[in-house]
């Protein structure tokens, strides 16, 4: 795969209630109004993309997959109130040794910008039945 596909998008405002719970469930104390790093994934859940949607996407088992890697480049914050857009994407697909490595890259546009970029690695071992 050279060139990213794009896999889903969904639409959602940040509740802030949702990210008062987050962060009591982390245990952050901040006083922050913006999201903290890892919301995102909250959002993603709500907006529709729960793990049995993704696996069904990239065509892998789900009782084969490892969470590899997550890694988030903030571009400009988010606060409770944005009105969020999130397009997520294949940005790379490779097999090596039984296992297919899958890279995403969901980009979370705020105001018509790139809010947010978050990429990460799913791993599918295939035939293995001690995941």
């Known amino acids: 795969m050279k060139e990213k596909q ?3 998008r969904y639409s959602c405002t940040v509740e ?13 104390a901040d006083g922050k109004e913006e999201i903290p790093p890892t919301f995102l994934t909250v959002l993603d859940f709500h907006g529709g993309l729960s793990f049995q949607k993704l696996t069904d ?10 969470h590899g890697s997550q890694s988030y480049e ?22 090596k ?4 490595f899958a890279k995403l890259e969901t980009v ?19 035939g293995a039945a001690d995941v």
């Open 97 to 100: 040794r039984g296992m297919t």
């Open 74 to 95: 903030y571009i400009k914050p988010i606060f409770p109130g944005d009105h969020i857009q999130a397009i997520v994407y294949a940005a790379g697909r490779t097999d």
């Open 16 to 28: 802030g209630e949702k990210v008062q719970a987050f962060k009591q469930t982390v245990s952050i």
């Open 108 to 126: 979370y546009v705020k105001e018509q910008t790139p809010a947010v970029i978050s990429r990460s690695t799913l791993i599918e071992q295939k």
């Open 57 to 66: 996407l990239l065509q892998f088992d789900p009782a084969c997959v490892l």
């Open 6 to 8: 794009e896999l889903y």
